[in-house]
């Protein structure tokens, strides 16, 4: 009984003893686990370290090989331009083998193509021409042959400025643009209200949203093209009545010089004739010389362009009439203005000199001289006047 009792009391205990021995030996287990990964991370550690010691080393290498490099280019320029210009020669030799022999397996061939390609060519210029002189109709046939007489209408003072009427309406308007560059054009109900002294008085200011830049604007149907200021070869076409842009465009190739060298303000002259808007400018690839581009007004597009022979050096303005172009020039210190280039895009007229055709009874400078095709006259601006000069015109021949 007494053994029994025995029994019962150590079972207990050596439960307890047992439970506490599993515990130690799970920490025991879980200690050499976390010992385990700290030597695994140590050791990771040690080659990143060990890693970023090459690639430093690595790096230090480079940089003295790219030093070096670059300290010896300089010697080695020599030596590659002469193997460059050594392997040039070589394949000029190869092209010129190649050449003789294409040429002379396929002479007559060659001589066929060529015939072809001339006729295609001239069928394509007729057709120009043929399409050309529709869209110029036979309206025009008429040449200027002298300028007869100049009215000073009035004096405004200003060194540049162009002044003109709308060709393209009714009304008698007359439309003042004062400098090169600005942002308000001012409308006169008549000639009559532009000549009284205090002309600004009676004038209807109309204010860009864009200034314009130099004296080449025109006013057509409603609309005034010019310009931009600060852009080199965009065209603006503002509504005056309902006061909008109402499109714009971009002229190739101008911009870059001015259109006449005695008048540098104006990049881009813009003309009006009976055949209707024109565009003028000068491009440093024709050496300077004045090219001319019909344009769309109503679409704004270039309809064709024509590289002239006419000259801007000591040129001071331009105008188109009867699809003809008329350079007028001048001396730098100011003279007597002459017309010395005519350019017909036709054909009717070829390119010449003709001293004869001078501006009468005044000395000085053109800032702007405009054709107006309404009224057969030429709107000038010069040396701070407004003037009309009224032109003699003969039957092209």
Known sequence: MVALQVHFLLIPSLMSIMGAAQYMMQDAALLSYIDQRFLSLEKRLQKCSQDVLEYVDEFREF???????????????????????????????????????GSARDSNACVEVHEDLLKQQLLEE???????????????DHMLAGIRSLKVVKKTGGKHGSWMKDPGKKHGKIYLLSDSVNNVILEFANIMAFMENNETLKARRVPLPLPWEGTGHVIYQGFLF??????????????????NVADQMLLPGAGRIPAYQLSPQTK??????????????????????????????????????????CSSRDAEAAFMACNTLHVVYNSPSGGSSRIQCVYDVLGALDAHTNPGLH??????????????PKEKQLFAWGDGSQIIYKLHTEQKV
């Open 359 to 372: 501006f009468p009874k005044r000395q000085g400078g053109h800032s702007t001289i405009h054709y107006n």
């Open 126 to 140: 007729a057709e120009e021409k043929k399409r050309l002189k529709l869209m110029f109709n036979a309206s025009c």
């Open 226 to 243: 010019y310009h931009r200021h600060g852009s080199l070869n965009e065209i603006v076409k503002f509504n005056i009545q309902r006061r």
């Open 63 to 101: 940089s003295k090989a790219v030093l070096s490099r670059l300290a010896g280019l300089s010697t080695d320029k020599t030596e590659l331009k002469g193997e460059v210009e050594n392997l040039l020669r070589r394949v000029e030799h190869a092209q010129r083998d190649i050449d003789y022999f």
């Open 268 to 309: 881009i002259d813009l003309a009006l004739d009976e055949q209707g808007l024109w565009a003028l400018h000068a491009e440093p690839e024709t050496r300077g010389n004045i090219v001319l581009t019909k344009i769309n007004p109503v679409g704004m597009a270039v309809e064709h362009s024509w590289d002239t022979p």
